[in-house]
C-alpha cells in the first residue's frame, strides 16, 4: 500500500499507474471502461477472461483467458503479478465467493489498487444501502480489502446508469416509450444523480492516469492517493423526472397531451415492491432498487451532499439530449431488459 511522497520511493518506482488489469471488459460497463483505458494511451490493459467467454475484447488489450474461480487461485495471481490495479466488472450473477477470490489473489500479487465491482449507489449514504439490500456487500468488500493489507479500494459513485435507466421501462425512471407513458414519483421533482455508460468509463481512465503521490511536501495536485479507500463521485446529470420529461418531448417532438401521466408515492413502490421481493418474487426487485432511490432527500442526490469530482478528473460535460435519444432507442427495440437486476436479487438474497 503506496504511502508518501514519490520522492521517497525505491529506485525505479513510477509515479504512475501503467500496468492495469480489467475483469469483465466484454459487458457494457467494462467495455466502456476497456475503450477510455486505452484512448489515454497510458496505460498497458490486460483483460482477464474465462477460456469459453464469447464476449467481443477490445482492440489493443492484452487478453488472458484463465479459469480464476477455482479454488486453486495460482493462475489469477500470475495473471495479476506486476500489474498496478484490478478493475472488476462482473456480472451480478457471478458466484457470490468470485469477488472475495478475485480481492486475495490481487493481494498475493501485490496489486495496488481495486476497484471492486462498484458502480452506482453512494457508499457513504448507509441507510439507502441498508434498503436496497446493498450495505452488507459493499462493508464485506472493504473490510477484506483492508484487512489484506496489500490494495487500497475506490468505489465509483455514479448513480444510476442514464441510458440504461431511462430506456428501461417504468419500473426504473417511470417512463414506458412503446406506451408513452410515465409514472411520476412524488410529484416528479426529486433529483438524482446519474450517468451514462461513458462517462463512467472516462472517469476511471482520468483516476487511473493520475499521479499515485505527491511528488513531495509541497505538491498539491490530485493524486490517487487522495481517493485511497473512500468513493469517487461522478455525474452526467443531477435531473427530477420532470427534467428527464422535458429532454424526452424535446426529442420526440411530443407534448404531455401525447402520453398517458400517472402519480404514485416512492415509498408505497418501494414497500410494495419489497413485500414481493419477499415472498419471492424476484421481479419486483428493479422497481424496488429505483422507488427507494427516488425517496425525496433519500441519498440519490449525492452531488448536493459531497459535490462532484467531475472537474478534477476533466470530465466533460455532455448532451442530455443525445443520451435521451439513445435511451429512447434501447426501449422502443427492448434493448434493455431486466433479466441481469433479476439475477442481482438472487445474488444478493442469497448472500
Not at 242 to 251: G, Y
Not at 259 to 270: D, G, L, P
Request: one cysteine or more; hydrophobic letters at 35%; a negative charge.
Amino acid at each position: 500500500m503506496l504511502q508518501g511522497y514519490s520522492k521517497d520511493q525505491p529506485e525505479g518506482f513510477h509515479n504512475r499507474i501503467e500496468r492495469v488489469a480489467l475483469i469483465g471488459a466484454g459487458g457494457h460497463m467494462g467495455s466502456h471502461i476497456a475503450e477510455a483505458l486505452l484512448k489515454t494511451r497510458k496505460h498497458v490493459v490486460k483483460v482477464i477472461s474465462r477460456p469459453n467467454s464469447t464476449s467481443k475484447m477490445p482492440f489493443g488489450a492484452h487478453v488472458e483467458r484463465i479459469e480464476y474461480g477455482d479454488s486453486d487461485d495460482s493462475e489469477i495471481v500470475q495473471a495479476l503479478e506486476g500489474q498496478q490495479a484490478l478493475i472488476i466488472t462482473m456480472s451480478v450473477a457471478a458466484p457470490r465467493d468470485i469477488i472475495s477470490k478475485l480481492i486475495r489473489a490481487a493481494a498475493k500479487a501485490g496489486v495496488s489498487y481495486i476497484l471492486p465491482n462498484w458502480y452506482g449507489h453512494d457508499p457513504a449514504a448507509e441507510k439507502l444501502c441498508k434498503d436496497t439490500f446493498l450495505a452488507d456487500i459493499k462493508t464485506r468488500i472493504c473490510t477484506e480489502i483492508e484487512s489484506l493489507g496489500v490494495s487500497s479500494y475506490i468505489l465509483l459513485a455514479c448513480g444510476f446508469w442514464y441510458e440504461f435507466s431511462l430506456g428501461g421501462g417504468p419500473d426504473r425512471y417511470g417512463f414506458d416509450f412503446k406506451n408513452r407513458s410515465v409514472v411520476v414519483f412524488d410529484g416528479g421533482n426529486t433529483a438524482i444523480n446519474t450517468s451514462t455508460w461513458p462517462q463512467c468509463g472516462r472517469a476511471i481512465a482520468s483516476l487511473m492516469s493520475l499521479k499515485v503521490l505527491p511528488e513531495d511536501e509541497n505538491d498539491r495536485s490530485v493524486t490517487l492517493l487522495q481517493f485511497h479507500n473512500r468513493p469517487v463521485y461522478i455525474s452526467s446529470f443531477r435531473l427530477t423526472q420532470w427534467d428527464m420529461f422535458k429532454s424526452i418531448k424535446r426529442v420526440t417532438g411530443t407534448k404531455d397531451a401525447d402520453w398517458t401521466i400517472t402519480h404514485e408515492s416512492s415509498a408505497e413502490r418501494y414497500a410494495s415492491a419489497k413485500d414481493s421481493i419477499l415472498q419471492g418474487d424476484h421481479h419486483a426487485f428493479v422497481k424496488f432498487l429505483y422507488s427507494r432511490t427516488f425517496y425525496p432527500n433519500g441519498g440519490g442526490d449525492f452531488e448536493s451532499t459531497h459535490g462532484l469530482h467531475n472537474g478534477v478528473l476533466g470530465l466533460p460535460g455532455e448532451d442530455l439530449d443525445a443520451y435521451t435519444s439513445v435511451a429512447i432507442s434501447m426501449g422502443e427495440n427492448e434493448e434493455v431488459v431486466d433479466d441481469d437486476v433479476r439475477r442481482r436479487v438472487i445474488h444478493v438474497l442469497n448472500e
